[in-house]
């Protein structure tokens, strides 16, 4: 089984046959190709020749993050699962109008039940939470009226506004979150949410390489907005999943303390053991397995991620119409 | 009668239309799954021990890639299988192969090895069998050009490489 390989200090790649070692000051440790699934660096990456041609031979992506945490680029491997007619209807449901709205409608919606059912998890506990709930429900009513990319986007930003609203009702109150305020997070949980989007994005990016979709062909964001844009669209659907999960257990289990974040408010960002924590945590959920009605077999969260994208193949193909995951468990 | 020139129809197409039309439909768009399956790799360890002194993967005008190719009178176009299981969709493809080196020319007869059963089978192809595969070009060549047939679930899905694609929607 192959898996993800976080590097969270600088050090260096280097190649020595058939495996990658990476070296640091105190430790060489080795990353059999075989076993490798993608990079996610977050310290400074510095390789020998030869190691990057023999990653993306192997169709590994090295996912780069900045010490905030922020995507920063990656070594994307050429792709090698191209399909001429998938990448044309792909293309087409972003040049027409209308079918470009729904793919963005369902990305919205898919995103927002994923929202509610987190907070339906919670609302068992408190009633605080119910008039957010019914404002994000009334939100998502809203939806099919609209057709226009940014009215669809201002229910999403809108149902974002109301779910950090709520959460605040439960967070204790070293851990609100206000506004969101992204670059660069100004307090505890903007500085996770940060941390855990970007790294979502990369997930995501590494899974569309190995399909026929093409990255940057979007239809929820705008393809000039990140260069693998469609990354952005999907990501919407799993970090409610994945990423808000990893840090309502951080919290919830107090397992954050002043060490693990560095900076000051307004300024504020992971510290390498607050990072090692985060990543622990995400990689733990992304291996998760849950039964798959469909497939009458387990299956990891990050493999859902796939699937997510194989429904898409098939919508743009024609043959099956794309419905967003919602968490069924 | 198809010009051969107009013909390009894989071997593997055929093979796919008896095994099931989504799967050739989705071979056919280049939509292909990421991972060798553990079938495809024991496929080849058997290639790779039992025949291990013949020239094998032969590949003639990416149209047919047989194991290989014998000459003792005439010759013998050699493909090697695991089990029978497919057999209706290896001896339709070992039979379009002749078909497809007789529009060129050259007659041959086919044998499909199993060498895990220690069996042999020897294909002719007659005039019955070339009207069968005209009928089953035209076929192939309607539905690739037509919307992807909806998967079924059948046993042999667990094991195909497009099973996640096909049922992982649902
Ligand atoms: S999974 Fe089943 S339906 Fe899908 S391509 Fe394979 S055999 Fe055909």
Redesign the interface.
């Known amino acids: 089984m192959k898996t993800n390989y976080y590097i969270t200090k600088d050090g260096v790649l280097r190649r020595k046959e058939n495996t990658v070692y990476f070296i640091d000051k105190t430790e060489q440790r080795a990353l059999p190709i075989q076993k490798i699934y993608a990079i996610y660096a977050y310290g400074n990456l510095s390789f020998t020749s030869g190691v990057v041609s023999y990653l993306a031979k192997n169709g590994v992506p090295i996912h780069f993050f900045n010490s905030y945490g922020f995507y920063e680029g990656s070594l994307y491997p050429r792709e090698t699962l191209v399909s001429g007619d998938a990448t044309i209807k792909q293309a087409e449901h972003y040049l027409d109008g209308e079918r470009r709205s729904i793919l963005a409608k369902l990305f919205v919606e898919g995103a927002a039940k994923n929202i509610l059912r987190n907070l339906n998890y919670y609302s068992k506990d408190t009633n605080s939470l119910t008039s957010y709930i019914e404002k994000i429900e009334h939100e998502l009513g809203q939806l099919p009226g609209y057709t226009t990319i940014p009215q669809i986007m201002s229910v999403e930003g809108h149902i974002r506004d109301f779910y950090y609203s709520a959460l605040d009702c439960i967070f204790p109150a070293e851990f609100q979150i206000g506004e969101r305020v992204k670059r660069p997070p100004n307090n505890k949980t903007n500085t996770l949410l940060s941390f855990g989007n970007s790294l979502m994005y990369a997930t995501v990016l590494s899974e569309i390489y190995n399909t026929q979709l093409n990255p940057t062909i979007s239809f929820l964001h705008e393809p000039f907005e990140r260069r693998f844009s469609l990354s952005l669209d999907v990501a919407e659907i799993f970090k409610p999943i994945i990423v808000d999960r990893v840090i309502f257990k951080l919290i919830n289990k107090n397992m954050l303390d002043e060490t693990d974040f560095s900076g000051d408010i307004g300024n504020m960002l992971l510290s390498e053991s607050g990072r090692k924590k985060f990543l622990q945590e995400y990689h733990e959920r992304l291996s998760r397995t849950i039964e798959h009605k469909g497939l009458g077999r387990e299956v990891s969260y990050q493999r859902l991620i796939r699937l997510e994208l194989y429904k898409l193949v098939k919508h743009v193909l024609g043959t099956q119409k794309y419905k967003p995951l919602v968490m069924w468990w | 009668m198809i010009s051969h020139t107009d013909v390009k129809v894989t071997g593997t197409q055929i093979n796919y239309y008896f095994i099931c039309t989504t799967k050739l439909w989705l071979f056919s768009?280049?939509?292909?799954?990421?991972k060798e399956s553990d079938e495809v790799s024991m496929g080849k360890h058997i290639h790779e021990t039992s025949y291990e002194r013949t020239k094998k993967n032969i590949i003639i005008d990416d149209v047919i890639a047989v194991d290989f190719i014998k000459k003792h009178d005439g010759i013998e176009i050699h493909d090697v299988k695991k089990s029978r299981k497919m057999e209706v969709a290896h001896r339709w493809q070992l039979l379009y192969y002749l078909y497809y080196l007789k529009q060129r020319g050259v007659s041959a007869i086919g044998v499909l090895d199993y060498p895990l059963l220690k069996k042999k089978e020897i294909l002719h192809l007659g005039d019955s069998e070339e009207r069968e595969l005209e009928k089953l070009i035209q076929e192939i060549l309607a539905l690739v050009s037509s919307?992807?047939p909806?998967p079924m679930k059948r046993p042999l899905c667990k094991k195909c490489s497009y099973?996640?694609?096909c049922?992982?929607?649902?």
């Open positions: 768009h280049h939509i292909q799954m990421e919307q992807m909806s099973y996640e694609f049922f992982g929607g649902e």
